[in-house]
């Protein structure tokens, strides 16, 4: 399979330089939300609302999304749906660990440890393999600054960007001003099907919020 959206998402936010992630707490949840949104275009999760559901646990070939699987039904309980923003807070940070796993395993990073202070260890991932993260900004130039028709994965990654406010890693060289239209112009288009396409706006609402809430923590 190829390169799934929360590692593209997850890509995008490492330095190519020192293997670091940039805008952490934002491309988390970008990463979060990207695993759940191909749950949805697998047919694995549908998203009505608020609310998530389990819909099939059949496993899709991809390890990252077929890892999910029994989380998502052990985190339900027994129910039969649960808020979206709650699983994407539960998911965060595993969610990042295991898509910087499956990055490794595809040899396009590669991971690297020293220790803060002398004590505290701290992991970086450089990139092993460019091509995959030149290929990416490639695409994503080609539909939001070149204005090229989006496919579904990509109009979904690009919702998720936009609503993560992730813009300055996608395009680190224009400003916000020169994308956002266009990014929030892809996000509310007809590229998929309604359900999808709702699934997309619920995600969307609970990224922003829970970066913003993130955002406004910090500062």
Do not use: N
């Amino acid at each position: 399979m190829a390169v799934t959206l929360a590692e593209e998402i997850m890509l995008l936010s490492l330095d190519d330089d020192s293997g670091l992630i940039k805008q952490r707490q934002s491309a988390g949840w970008a990463v979060a939300g990207a695993i759940l949104l191909e749950l949805v275009l697998a047919g694995r999760v549908s998203i009505a609302g608020k609310y998530l559901e389990l819909t099939r646990v059949e496993p899709t070939g991809e390890q990252l999304l077929d890892s999910r699987l029994p989380l998502i039904e052990t985190w339900l309980r027994g129910r039969c749906k649960r808020r979206v923003t709650d699983w994407l807070t539960k998911d965060q940070e595993k969610g990042v660990g295991a898509t910087l796993e499956s990055l490794r395993g595809r040899g396009v990073v590669g991971e690297t440890e020293h220790k803060v202070l002398g004590v505290f260890p701290r992991r970086r991932h450089p990139e092993a393999d460019g091509s995959v993260v030149r290929a990416l900004r490639e695409r994503l130039e080609a539909v939001v600054v070149m204005g090229a028709e989006p496919d579904e994965r990509t109009a979904g990654l690009i919702a998720l960007i936009h609503s993560a406010r992730l813009h300055r890693l996608a395009f680190p060289g224009l400003s916000r001003r020169q994308v956002d239209a266009r990014m929030a112009e892809i996000a509310a288009g007809q590229w998929a099907a309604e359900g999808v396409r709702a699934a997309i706006r619920e995600m969307q609402a609970a990224v922003a919020v829970i970066t913003i809430a993130t955002v406004a923590a910090v500062s």
